[in-house]
């Protein structure tokens, strides 16, 4: 993602007679060969008005005109107002919020959509200043493809209060989730370590050197195709829940990445999987009373569970 462009024009100077142009541009604009090839390669370089290949040589007195593209920090908070962010509640030390789906919770390297952070920047929320520049104020996260609620903090106070309580999991965090089938026992508790899968960096497994995490969940309703589960997250992975299903082979509807079934998500009309976060409950960082915060399901989950029940 590029922010604007550095354009340069200099004429070749006699030292630089005969050389390869990708070698001139390093001489002459102080950068990386491999970075003149790039730029050579993107048609951003003109040598006397005309595109060159990086291995042409150049003359003295040739003008050498390059554009290079400023690249922007893929970390930097970009302040913008989010469509679909809800404002739960609010307060000195916290704000609770909605998260849509589509919306990352901070800037991450090859993330160029709307994140929480940049959305709360944006609506001039002061948030703690604790932590990595892009993760400031933020105590837990939800997956881009995830819904529900999220507790970002707004005072030191509150982010080391909180972090800690996720970190010794005093923090109730329910999800639900509509999975494939019906899981057998009707409740239980999944206690499998995950980890990187092997195959693909973008996706996690069950795998017997990962990381302990535990799953608790019981069925709320059962249809015909698929299953409404209240899960309790012991530990948070990321996928967590995710994965966790989908090593029971009951997958969470639509979520193609870990196996669902490509024909019930298009019956259902699901782009991502059917996955939310109802309720967070924990002490509040000020007061220490408990608190709880509720999300009712959006739209696309709302119809889907509607299409599931109406097939029984």
Known sequence: MSRGADHRVLSVPEGLAGERVDAA???????????????????????????????????????????IPIEADPLAVVPEIVEGIKIIHDDDDIVVIDKPVGVAVHPSPGWSGPTVVGHLAGAGFRISTSGASERQGIVQRLDVGTSGVMVICKSEHAYSVLKNAFRHRTVDKVYHALVQGHPDPHEGTIDAPIGRHPKADYKFAVMADGRHSVTHYETLEAHRFASLLEIHLETGRTHQIRVHMAALKHPCVGDLTYGADPSLAKRVGLERQWLHAVRLGFEHPDSGEHVEYESEYPEDLAHALEVIRDAD
């Open 25 to 67: 541009l390093a001489r002459m604009f102080g950068l990386s060969r491999t970075r003149g090839a790039d730029l050579i390669a993107a048609g951003h370089v003109l040598v006397d008005g005309a595109p060159v290949g990086k291995s042409d040589r150049v003359l003295p007195g040739s003008v050498v005109d390059v554009t």
